[in-house]
């Protein structure tokens, strides 16, 4: 815990973009040694897996209501990954979590939550209609 902040949520009308960001939260810490995943929870639901970026080649992985409307993407220069999000809808309206899995690099990045390790403390997207 507390190794990754997210920002970049807020309110945004149907149809409208947000892009997230996860950031390390201390020096030395460094995602592209890790597998980054994002997850939303939803109010009275469990957490889901959006989409992930694999640490060894960047490859990605999408949840697939979110394939063709989000994309991830990963900036080692300022250690930081995104998730950018296009046609938001209603039903988008979560808090979005990243995590880092510190898996072996050669096997594929995970959309289920119990592989990672840290995780940030979340933020809120709303859409509204």
């Known amino acids: 815990q507390g190794q990754l902040v997210e920002s970049g949520g807020g309110l945004v009308q149907s149809g409208g973009s947000l892009r997230l960001s996860c950031a390390a939260s201390?020096?030395?810490?460094?995602?592209?040694?890790?597998?980054i995943g994002w997850f939303l929870q939803a109010p009275g639901k469990g957490r889901e897996g959006v989409a992930c970026i694999r640490r060894s080649d960047g490859s990605t992985s999408y949840a697939d209501s979110m394939k063709g409307r989000f994309t991830i993407s990963r900036d080692n220069a300022k250690n930081t990954v995104y998730l950018q999000m296009d046609s938001l809808k209603p039903e988008d309206t979560a808090v979005y979590y990243c995590?880092?899995?510190?898996?072996?690099?050669?096997?594929?990045?995970?959309?289920?939550?119990?592989?990672?390790?840290?995780w940030g403390q979340g933020t809120q997207v709303t859409v509204s209609s």
């Open positions: 995590a880092a899995d510190r898996g072996v690099a050669y096997r594929e990045c995970q959309l289920w939550a119990r592989p990672y390790d840290y």
């Open positions: 201390a020096s030395g810490f460094s995602l592209r040694n890790y597998h």
